[in-house]
């Protein structure tokens, strides 16, 4: 059975101080979550998030990871660096990312593969633009992303992924995908390009989130969606009662 994975990214919001507040507000709203909940920190704040979420069952997140073990690469974290603090997921590929820092569909392949080969688990993000939407491209920009992005892997790494959808235009603008939208185009994926590289099983099992202005309002909805099997929070996730609501989606 798979279960539901409901993760909340902070983006670069949140010094460590506030880290501590946010926290201790979300953990007693959160502790009979049916889901898995991850919180996905800014770097400098994940060991102060690790003492924050201890005796919980939350899990740690961080929001990239370097594809090389170590070296000559100012201003990245190795995923064993990430180990180190106890981080159990990584964010990887994020439209904010593809967007402003040049990430491609080879450099999530690779930041998964070192993500996994250390021990993490990825949640890596494909998503198209409104451009790419409009122009009817939706299908094979996603199955482009993922068939580059996850080029190489294996069935067995597939169990330490989760697919983000997040499309481009509905990050941060309080345009959601429809329920019904969205769950069409996971279908799709799933169905598609994710079960032609790893067979029907490993596809059925893969948990594949939605995000984007996924909210208190909202969660509800696109959670009951059969293909949804979670949700990357962004601005929702940084207010504890409504990222309480959106995890507490079933009760
Ligand atoms: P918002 O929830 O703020 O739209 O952000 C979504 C997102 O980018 C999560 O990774």
Known sequence: MKRDIIAGNWKMNKTQEETKALIKEIVPLV???NCEVVLCVPYTNLEVARKAMRGTKMQLGAQNVHWAPKGAFTGEVSAEMLKELKVKYVIIGHSERRQYFGETDMSVNARTKAALEAGLKAIVCVGETLEQREAG???????????KGLAGLTKKDLKNIVIAYEPVWAIGTGKTATAEDANETIGVMRKGIIRQMFGKYAANSLRIQYGGSMNAKNAKELMAMPEIDGGLIGGASLKAEDFAVIVNYDK
Do not use: H, M
């Not at 491209?137 to 068939?147: C, K, P, S, Y």
């Open 31 to 33: 502790k009979d979550a």
């Open 137 to 147: 491209e939706t299908n094979r920009v996603l199955a482009e992303q993922i068939e």
